[in-house]
């Protein structure tokens, strides 16, 4: 092979380079504006986040390496279980009551033929509200002695109870604040999906003599079926970091009710100001959350295929 | 604690009569131009002490010419506290409260002013004990105090009379209180007898409030230094189980528990407690902030009467600052917080301005600075002191105690422990003590002796 003939087809494909990448500047200049926002918003948090929890720093001198002492002492924390079994218990009772009432709100609203926009506009209205707000909201309703729960409760004269004081209602009271505040946006998706079904469906089933209970299970609940997977997934990724609930209702030195983000707030702001150990659990939870992620996408991509 | 919000932003405050009577004020020491930046400036809904506070600069600025201040709103928040340093964010002088030096000292967070304390002979002049709270313990200093408090029990007169009971006659013992609180909360009408806090560490400030009173400990350093939990005996098991009594024998605490500070300012604003244990300037908040009538508030000794929690605040000092940022900060803090010359005309000014003097509270100052301070609250006075006389005749004799180490990780610890006492009818006062014990030690093993 002659030196013509190597230098020819070289040429020509660093023409064809030029060329394409003339064409692609603009993509490329939106991709690095993209790239660059993730590496300084996400990407770069998150990889500081993984070297503090091997370090301890306090944001002055420079860091010191501690190795694995942020996670040693972690695990040595009686209240890292707890913290654990709370934000477990946590999400058990989010499924229970928070997963199951959107869809059968989302039944509801699509079987009304009057009233709708208001109802749905009822239903979505405390999303609207901040969290906290909510949040404050029911410590008024959970009051104990002039509480609203209370007076309604002893107007009907039924056994009043102590909501968020006693260690044994404490959870499931949070759960209940928490599921009213998120509903609205959950059952607004299911009430989407269920819109979206064919209404042929529903007419074969009718004429096939199938009741109201039976069009539920045999047509509405297996065509929801992937939305109800992406929603559960969602949900626990969501509860297990439920913060607001417990911090402004029982605080985050109240044990009972501690999860493992009100954890991360008092080891980084409240309580210990260590950042590492807040950086250590914070990234123990990460990891637990992409397990969560990981089966999403897989989910997601075999629907996809 | 948060407390000394409306007290602490006038009540050293003041004017200097003349140029010449600036005390330590005169030129710090630093080399050409500085400016700095401060904090805990009035926020515009306080019109009143923000006109002051930027008075009170201007005099500043004027007597210092090299110095310019740049003012800000806030105290030290423990939640955005680091973020701010890193971020060179944080103000070069900055609010702490008694809890926080110890904290901020351990992890480098404050500046070392050791070197320029020299510079300002007014330090001496301030009671050693309450600049201690700022020390390493090994002779370093890193902050100056602005005011402290004492502990002392506020109660509502109006229902002490609808009780049956003498509002000129506080209960001095622990079993008085149980009673009293009784018959107040047999008033009815949703009134509960006595009040107090297990909720984001102050139920554990409030315990250790409470130990002090009986005598006893929450923390004690043994004779080889290192410090031990103290509060698993009978005195711990006497708090937590009359609090237990209270609120589930007697039924004098009202049902609502896990509460914080400002719920029972805010009861009794409304007219709904009879007593809770606290210091004498929750009474201008009660009445300026929760709409309670001021001739209503009584203020009398702790219950018990063997010691008496000490706390307050002060300014630290930001470690990015440059050695005259440092020096020009101090005198800042020096002259408007801490200045013995201006004691007189800042009482004048609160009086004129209808702010509340003559609250039975300890000045910072020792001396002649600490009489006059005394004189000058007493000339200006505008509260019903008569109110707080009991406290007054009392308090000479019940010595101060202040925080233990590690103070807020502490109560996070013993917060809980109050938590339950309060909250669960089958609370075991013992096993409570223990837990907590074992988990306060492991804190203070790490105290720096």
């Given at each position: 092979?002659?030196?013509?003939?190597?230098?020819?087809?070289?040429?020509?494909?660093?023409?064809?380079?030029?060329?394409?990448?003339?064409?692609?500047?603009?993509?490329?200049?939106?991709?690095?504006?993209?790239l660059?926002?993730?590496?300084?918003?996400?990407?770069?948090?998150?990889?500081?986040?993984?070297?503090?929890?091997?370090?301890?720093?306090?944001?002055?001198?420079?860091?010191?390496?501690?190795?694995?002492?942020?996670?040693?002492?972690?695990?040595?924390?009686?209240?890292?279980?707890?913290?654990?079994?709370?934000?477990?218990?946590?999400?058990?009772?989010?499924?229970?009551?928070?997963?199951?009432?959107?869809?059968?709100?989302?039944?509801?609203?699509?079987?009304?033929?009057?009233?709708?926009?208001?109802?749905?506009?009822?239903?979505?209205?405390?999303?609207?509200?901040?969290?906290?707000?909510?949040?404050?909201?029911?410590?008024?309703?959970?009051?104990?002695?002039?509480?609203?729960?209370?007076?309604?409760?002893?107007?009907?004269?039924?056994?009043?109870?102590?909501w968020?004081?006693?260690?044994?209602?404490?959870?499931?009271?949070?759960?209940?604040?928490?599921?009213?505040?998120?509903?609205?946006?959950?059952?607004?998706?299911?009430?989407?999906?269920?819109?979206?079904?064919?209404?042929?469906?529903?007419?074969?089933?009718?004429?096939?003599?199938?009741?109201?209970?039976?069009?539920?299970?045999?047509?509405?609940?297996?065509?929801?079926?992937?939305?109800?997977?992406?929603?559960?997934?969602?949900?626990?990724?969501?509860?297990?970091?439920?913060?607001?609930?417990?911090?402004?209702?029982?605080?985050?030195?109240?044990p009972?009710?501690?999860?493992v983000?009100?954890?991360?707030?008092?080891?980084?702001?409240?309580v210990?100001?260590?950042?590492?150990?807040?950086?250590?659990?914070?990234?123990?939870?990460?990891?637990?959350?992409?397990?969560?992620?990981?089966?999403?996408?897989?989910?997601?991509?075999?629907?996809?295929? | 604690?948060?407390?000394?919000?409306?007290?602490?932003?006038?009540?050293?405050?003041?004017?200097?009569?003349?140029?010449?009577?600036?005390?330590?004020?005169?030129?710090?020491?630093?080399?050409?131009?500085?400016?700095?930046?401060?904090?805990?400036m009035?926020?515009?809904?306080?019109?009143?002490?923000?006109?002051?506070?930027?008075?009170?600069?201007?005099?500043?600025?004027?007597?210092?010419?090299?110095?310019?201040?740049?003012?800000?709103?806030?105290?030290?928040?423990?939640?955005?506290?680091?973020?701010?340093?890193?971020?060179?964010?944080?103000?070069?002088?900055?609010?702490?409260?008694?809890?926080?030096?110890?904290?901020?000292?351990?992890?480098?967070?404050?500046?070392?002013i050791?070197p320029?304390?020299?510079?300002?002979?007014?330090?001496?002049?301030?009671?050693?004990?309450?600049?201690?709270?700022?020390?390493d313990?090994?002779?370093?200093t890193?902050?100056?105090?602005?005011?402290?408090?004492?502990?002392?029990?506020?109660?509502?007169?109006?229902?002490?009379?609808?009780?049956?009971?003498?509002?000129?006659?506080?209960?001095?013992?622990?079993?008085?209180?149980r009673?009293?609180?009784?018959?107040?909360?047999?008033?009815?009408?949703?009134?509960?007898g006595?009040?107090?806090?297990?909720?984001?560490?102050?139920?554990?400030?409030?315990?250790?409030?409470?130990?002090?009173?009986?005598?006893?400990?929450?923390?004690?350093?043994?004779?080889?230094?290192?410090?031990?939990?103290?509060?698993?005996?009978?005195?711990?098991?006497a708090?937590?189980?009359?609090?237990?009594?209270?609120?589930?024998?007697?039924?004098?605490?009202?049902?609502?528990?896990?509460?914080?500070?400002a719920?029972?300012?805010?009861?009794?604003g409304?007219?709904?407690?009879?007593?809770?244990?606290?210091?004498?300037?929750?009474?201008?908040?009660?009445?300026?902030?929760?709409?309670?009538?001021?001739?209503?508030?009584?203020?009398?000794?702790?219950?018990?009467?063997?010691?008496?929690?000490?706390?307050?605040?002060?300014?630290m000092f930001?470690?990015?600052?440059?050695?005259?940022?440092?020096?020009?900060?101090?005198?800042?803090?020096?002259?408007?917080?801490?200045?013995?010359?201006?004691?007189?005309?800042?009482?004048?000014?609160?009086?004129?301005?209808?702010?509340?003097?003559?609250?039975?509270?300890?000045?910072?100052?020792?001396?002649?600075?600490?009489?006059?301070?005394?004189?000058?609250?007493?000339?200006?006075?505008?509260?019903?002191?008569?109110?707080?006389?009991?406290?007054?005749?009392?308090?000479?004799?019940?010595?101060?105690?202040?925080e233990?180490?590690?103070?807020?990780?502490?109560?996070?610890?013993?917060?809980?422990?109050?938590?339950?006492?309060?909250?669960?009818?089958?609370?075991?006062?013992?096993?409570?003590?223990?837990?907590?014990?074992?988990?306060?030690?492991?804190?203070?093993?790490?105290?720096?002796?």
């Amino acid at each position: 092979m002659t030196a013509a003939t190597l230098v020819a087809p070289l040429r020509l494909r660093a023409g064809g380079f030029r060329r394409r990448l003339g064409d692609n500047l603009m993509a490329y200049g939106f991709l690095a504006a993209g790239l660059l926002c993730f590496a300084l918003f996400s990407w770069y948090p998150l990889v500081r986040s993984i070297t503090l929890s091997f370090q301890q720093d306090n944001l002055v001198t420079d860091p010191q390496w501690v190795g694995l002492d942020n996670y040693r002492a972690l695990f040595a924390d009686p209240l890292f279980l707890t913290a654990i079994r709370n934000t477990a218990e946590f999400t058990g009772l989010a499924l229970i009551f928070g997963y199951a009432v959107p869809i059968g709100l989302a039944i509801l609203l699509n079987e009304l033929r009057h009233f709708t926009t208001y109802f749905r506009l009822a239903v979505y209205l405390p999303v609207m509200l901040p969290p906290i707000v909510s949040a404050m909201l029911w410590q008024f309703f959970y009051d104990p002695g002039q509480g609203l729960f209370n007076t309604l409760l002893h107007g009907a004269h039924l056994p009043e109870s102590q909501w968020v004081q006693s260690p044994r209602t404490a959870m499931l009271s949070l759960v209940l604040v928490s599921t009213w505040a998120n509903l609205g946006g959950s059952t607004l998706m299911y009430l989407a999906a269920l819109q979206s079904l064919p209404p042929e469906l529903y007419e074969a089933a009718e004429l096939d003599g199938a009741g109201l209970w039976q069009r539920i299970r045999r047509v509405t609940l297996p065509q929801l079926r992937f939305i109800m997977l992406v929603m559960l997934l969602l949900q626990i990724t969501a509860t297990m970091q439920v913060f607001i609930e417990p911090f402004q209702l029982t605080g985050f030195t109240n044990p009972d009710t501690i999860t493992v983000m009100t954890l991360i707030y008092r080891y980084a702001f409240a309580v210990n100001q260590d950042f590492g150990l807040a950086a250590a659990l914070s990234v123990l939870l990460f990891v637990v959350l992409s397990a969560f992620a990981a089966i999403y996408l897989r989910i997601t991509r075999e629907r996809s295929a | 604690m948060k407390r000394r919000r409306l007290l602490a932003l006038t009540s050293i405050a003041g004017l200097a009569l003349t140029a010449g009577a600036c005390g330590d004020s005169a030129p710090a020491q630093t080399s050409g131009p500085v400016t700095i930046t401060v904090n805990n400036m009035p926020p515009e809904t306080e019109a009143l002490q923000r006109k002051n506070f930027l008075a009170d600069v201007a005099e500043f600025e004027k007597l210092h010419t090299d110095i310019t201040i740049d003012p800000k709103e806030g105290k030290m928040d423990p939640a955005t506290f680091s973020a701010r340093l890193a971020g060179g964010q944080l103000e070069n002088a900055f609010y702490v409260y008694f809890t926080d030096p110890a904290g901020l000292i351990a992890r480098k967070q404050a500046a070392d002013i050791t070197p320029y304390l020299k510079e300002f002979p007014s330090v001496s002049q301030i009671k050693p004990n309450l600049l201690d709270v700022f020390g390493d313990g090994k002779g370093r200093t890193f902050g100056l105090p602005e005011g402290n408090y004492t502990m002392g029990l506020v109660y509502n007169r109006a229902l002490f009379q609808k009780a049956g009971l003498d509002p000129d006659k506080p209960p001095a013992t622990w079993d008085e209180v149980r009673d009293y609180a009784k018959k107040i909360a047999a008033l009815g009408g949703g009134v509960n007898g006595y009040g107090d806090y297990s909720k984001n560490n102050t139920g554990g400030w409030h315990f250790t409030a409470e130990m002090y009173t009986r005598g006893g400990d929450v923390a004690a350093r043994g004779a080889d230094g290192k410090w031990t939990a103290a509060f698993n005996n009978d005195t711990g098991r006497a708090v937590l189980q009359q609090l237990h009594d209270m609120r589930f024998a007697d039924k004098s605490m009202g049902e609502r528990q896990l509460l914080e500070w400002a719920d029972l300012l805010q009861q009794m604003g409304a007219g709904k407690l009879g007593m809770y244990l606290a210091t004498a300037d929750n009474i201008p908040t009660i009445v300026a902030q929760y709409k309670g009538k001021a001739e209503d508030y009584g203020f009398g000794p702790v219950p018990g009467g063997q010691g008496t929690l000490g706390g307050g605040g002060g300014y630290m000092f930001s470690p990015k600052s440059t050695p005259a940022q440092v020096k020009a900060a101090m005198a800042w803090v020096l002259f408007r917080h801490a200045n013995p010359d201006r004691i007189e005309f800042g009482k004048q000014r609160d009086a004129a301005d209808k702010q509340p003097v003559g609250l039975p509270e300890p000045n910072i100052f020792t001396g002649a600075a600490g009489q006059a301070y005394d004189a000058a609250s007493k000339k200006y006075a505008n509260v019903p002191t008569q109110n707080f006389a009991p406290f007054v005749a009392a308090q000479a004799s019940i010595p101060l105690k202040l925080e233990p180490p590690d103070a807020q990780k502490i109560y996070a610890i013993l917060d809980p422990m109050m938590a339950a006492a309060l909250t669960k009818p089958d609370a075991d006062v013992t096993k409570l003590l223990a837990d907590a014990e074992k988990q306060v030690n492991a804190i203070l093993a790490t105290v720096q002796q």
